[in-house]
């Protein structure tokens, strides 16, 4: 097992009459960026296709003008653990403002942080899947930078000693793409937290700051500068999305912030061994936007080179906006020296067993790359290969048939025909509206799409025949929530002691009285409320 020192003080979280609670920070009423944003737009909004295709053509005739890109990206997965990382404060997307919060995670005095030991599991399971070394002991470290949505003033994280390091990812390319197989290094894996999030409002003079989020356990992938062009970049994240999908550890939605990428782009002449200035680029909410922000930053930079401005390019942060499609300056960029790392005092040395290790390696489930092989031996094509293996749901979907006698080259062309065309038939959306709009929850509304597979029908008579509508009545979820702590004074006493994983199992147990109708969000909240109750 993991052998941590878990300590730490308790404060019961105190209720308030708002259940949102903000923090303002007096800005200027646009942001630099918002205005420079603003006039790309207004002065040129009809060359944007233009620029689209320039910065693509650029990109791959890079070599051709005597430049070749340097890429590297940081990934942040937030893992989707029942609290978070050093406090038992669960996290909901889309929750109120600031009513998932406790002193500790708002960085209270007399605090202390308490290691969810589910983080170290995640964080193993990640390395081996990411073939890394795994750090048989690693520790934790405080980052110390300033911002309002952090509210200890630093961020605990691990600098020199994370816990997996040289590991690499394997990927094929889609055939539109080019195809072949790829290989990129990752020079490291460590766990951290996560801080809060800045609102902004243009028609306000502040911007208020949602503390939800703050102290969600995350797991930071950083790859070596092994990429070259934007299409790479973009399959290196996809891939990743798939292998946290694949372990259950992260629904990888890069809309929601579960899955972030910050690309380090930088150019050189062919030839030349030195890297050149390395420029990062944030806010990316799709993989495509990934590659089209590095195609332009590419073209950017060796525009600059060509021009005789190289020292034009600093080292920086630049934001992409997603409307003019360019990338512009945010920040300067942060050196190590200016985040003054030091251990965590108050947290002990993470101490791993081979024995833990190993149990973790033997429950890992076959992982995107593996399946890929597997299916390729079958004699399928490389595009049925992909098409099923990229999502666990289509590859379960696939061995499920398999398992029944089916031929996998038939089986392949029934899913990615008939099957697939369904899939996309205005009953899905139906049934994504119907999750959507809190009618019905995503685990039913699967069973609903297997219903419409095998029967036909419209999703609004299949909830109404079977009675699947969720149940949204807090009265109602609280009800059910007092009966099954009433029902199981053990496990509340173990909790109350420190288990925090068994709001897991109160969870499941909620889900069963209901039949699984209850409302996540609504659930995990009431449930948090009445688990830390004196």
């Known amino acids: 097992m993991a052998l941590t020192l878990l300590r730490g003080m308790r404060t019961p979280v105190s209720s308030s009459s708002n259940p949102g609670l903000f923090f303002t920070v007096l800005r200027p009423r646009l942001s630099r960026f918002t205005a420079r944003a603003e006039s790309a737009q207004a002065t040129e909004p009809k060359e944007v296709p233009r620029s689209i295709q320039l910065a693509t053509k650029e990109a791959a005739e890079q070599k051709t003008q005597g430049f070749e890109a340097i890429i590297g990206i940081e990934t942040h997965v937030q893992l989707s653990t029942v609290t978070k990382a050093f406090c038992s404060c669960p996290y909901n997307y889309g929750a109120q403002p600031s009513s998932t919060v406790c002193p500790t995670c708002m960085g209270h005095p007399g605090t202390l942080p308490v290691l969810n030991e589910k983080v170290v599991e995640c964080a193993v399971k990640l390395g081996l899947a990411l073939n890394c070394e795994i750090s048989m002991t690693s520790k934790f470290d ?9 509210p200890k003033g630093y961020q605990i994280s691990q600098f020199d000693i994370p816990i997996a390091k040289k590991g690499y990812v394997d990927f094929d390319l889609m055939v539109e793409f080019g195809g072949g197989h790829r290989k990129f290094g990752i020079t490291r894996v460590h766990m951290e937290e996560d801080a809060g999030k800045l609102l902004h409002s243009e028609s306000s003079s502040c911007s ?20 070259r062009t934007g299409i790479e970049a973009a399959e290196y994240g996809a891939e990743l999305q798939r292998i946290v999908r694949y372990l259950g550890m992260s629904n990888g939605n890069m809309q929601e912030g579960s899955l972030r990428c910050d690309v380090n782009v930088s150019v050189r002449p062919v030839g030349q061994s030195e890297f050149g200035t390395k420029v990062e680029i944030k806010n990316m909410s799709s993989f495509s936007a990934i590659n089209r922000a590095i195609d332009y930053e590419i073209t950017r930079q060796i525009l600059l080179h060509k021009e005789g401005q190289a020292d034009q390019i600093v080292q920086e942060t630049r ?10 300056t945010m920040r300067k960029k942060e050196g190590l020296a200016d985040y003054r790392y030091f251990p965590e005092p108050d947290l002990p040395e993470v101490v791993l067993t081979s024995d833990y290790i190993n149990e973790i390696s033997k429950s890992m489930p076959e992982l995107p790359e593996a399946k890929r092989r597997r299916y390729e031996n079958m004699g399928l094509s490389m595009q049925d290969v992909l098409f099923l293996a990229n999502d666990d749901n289509i590859g379960h979907f696939f ?55 095998a029967k036909g029908g419209t999703v609004k008579a299949v909830i109404e025949e079977k009675d699947l509508v969720q149940i949204a009545d807090p009265a109602a979820i609280e009800a059910m ?3 099954v702590i009433a ?20 969870a499941g147990q909620v889900m069963k009285v209901s039949k699984g109708k209850a409302n996540p969000v609504l659930l995990n909240k009431i449930l948090g409320e009445k688990l830390n109750v004196n």
């Open 142 to 150: 405080r980052k110390q930078y300033f911002y309002p949505d952090l």
């Open 319 to 328: 934001l992409w906006d997603e409307s003019s499609q360019k990338t512009f």
């Open 399 to 453: 061995d499920s048939t398999l398992e029944h006698g089916a031929d996998a080259k038939l089986a392949a062309n029934w899913i990615m025909g008939d099957i697939a065309a369904y899939l996309k038939d205005e009953k899905l959306s139906e049934l994504i509206a119907s999750i959507k709009n809190g009618t019905i929850s995503g685990k039913i509304g699967k069973e609903i799409l297997a219903e419409l597979i």
């Open 487 to 506: 029902d199981n004074p053990k496990q509340l006493e173990q909790y109350r002691a420190g288990k925090t994983k068994l709001q897991g199992f109160f």
């Open 208 to 227: 208020q700051v949602d503390l939800n989020r703050a102290g969600v356990p995350l797991l930071e992938i950083v790859s070596e500068p092994g990429m």
């Open 481 to 483: 929530v007092d009966k």
